[in-house]
């Protein structure tokens, strides 16, 4: 047993980020390339904030799939669980920027989408004894695209329940990544019935749920413990433990919002790990705890990049002083 309390599993990837906002995917003269991968941003920022992590997940054998361990190594995360793929290459995803830090994904170059070493993420090598003692399995839903690294997803899930690990999934609904898109809703309804946790964006739950109300999600998925809706701008609306609310955003200057849904799930999850499930019963300190994750998801906002804006925890806690 380690001392492991969050496992994330899923892609980690590089975002090659346009150069010049606002221009459209002919007139992008360059790109920057930073590494991200939901899971991947919420295993980092989870270590920034103090949380012991470790991250499962396939990157080829190759330059980026070397650069991008090193970097969690670096940051701290327990690497146990990658696989390194020897033909498959590690995924680079091309970004367009808005002039006000939105973005739309492009694509993939010259690659087809289940080219990737992430889409190969093998089940018979998933490190089984990363589980006993973890609080948390956090996944996303864009492996579950691929045949291969969904049952990989799916036997981590059924040993986080073995090992009575809570499951948090982010939905993080990206078309690009799906061969067949139109079965993406039906796979993701499925997958939800094992979760714990939900988070999903204000255009996610329409998607899936005809409804932007947390409660409302509640009843059409009574099994789940908690459910976050983030909306940008617009803040976040929460359900935890029969709780439910609205925080507002925080004003911040936006400079690139990759990562601010990752880091606000760390946020969330870190508050948990340090304070335990219970507080989510009281419904002042539910609400606090996802203020102090939306403070994480708002600093992460200001920088560009998503692993190199994520906060540590006395910036998030002179954030909250000054707000």
């Known amino acids: 047993m380690s001392d492991t309390q969050v496992l994330c599993i899923g892609e980690v990837l590089f975002d090659c980020l346009a150069d010049q906002p606002g221009k459209s995917l002919k007139e992008v003269e360059s790109w920057t390339a930073y590494p991200g991968g939901a899971p991947a941003n919420v295993a980092c920022a989870l270590v920034k904030l103090g949380t012991a992590t470790g991250f499962i997940g396939c990157v080829g054998e190759d330059e980026p799939g070397n650069s991008l361990v090193a970097l969690f190594q670096e940051i701290g995360v327990d690497v146990t ?22 973005r739309q994904f492009a694509g993939f170059g010259d690659l087809d989408t289940g080219d990737f070493a992430d889409t ?36 981590a899930v059924e040993l986080a329940k073995q090992n009575h690990v809570k499951v948090f999934v982010d939905v993080n609904w990206r078309p690009v990544f799906w061969p067949n898109p139109d079965l993406a809703p039906g796979v993701i309804l499925k997958f939800l ?87 989510l019963s009281d419904a002042e300190t539910a609400k606090n705890v996802v203020r102090y994750a939306s403070a994480v998801g708002a600093i992460t906002t200001m920088k560009a990049g998503a692993i190199a804006a994520q906060p540590t925890p006395e910036e998030v806690e002179e954030f909250l002083s000054l707000h």
Not at 81 to 102: C, E, F, N
Not at 257 to 272: C, K
Request: charged share 20%; hydrophobic share 40%; aromatic share 8%.
């Open 81 to 102: 669980g990658i696989q390194r793929h020897p033909k498959a290459p590690t995924r680079q995803v091309y970004v367009l920027r808005s002039q006000t830090g939105d």
């Open 120 to 155: 190969k993420l093998r089940v018979s090598q998933l490190p089984e004894s990363l589980f006993p003692g973890v609080s948390f399995l956090v996944s996303g839903t864009l492996e579950l695209a691929y045949p291969q690294s969904r049952e990989a997803i799916e036997k």
């Open 193 to 279: 019935e094992q979760a714990d946790f939900l988070k999903l964006s204000d255009e996610e739950a329409q998607w899936l749920f005809n409804t932007i109300d947390p409660s409302a999600i509640a009843k059409q998925l009574p099994h789940l413990q908690g459910i976050l809706i983030t909306a940008g701008e617009a803040g976040c609306s929460y359900y935890l433990a029969h709780n439910s609310g609205k925080i507002p955003a925080f004003p911040v200057n936006v400079v690139d919002t990759t990562g601010a849904g990752d880091s606000f799930v760390a946020g969330f999850i870190h508050q948990l790990c340090q304070h335990g499930m219970d507080v």
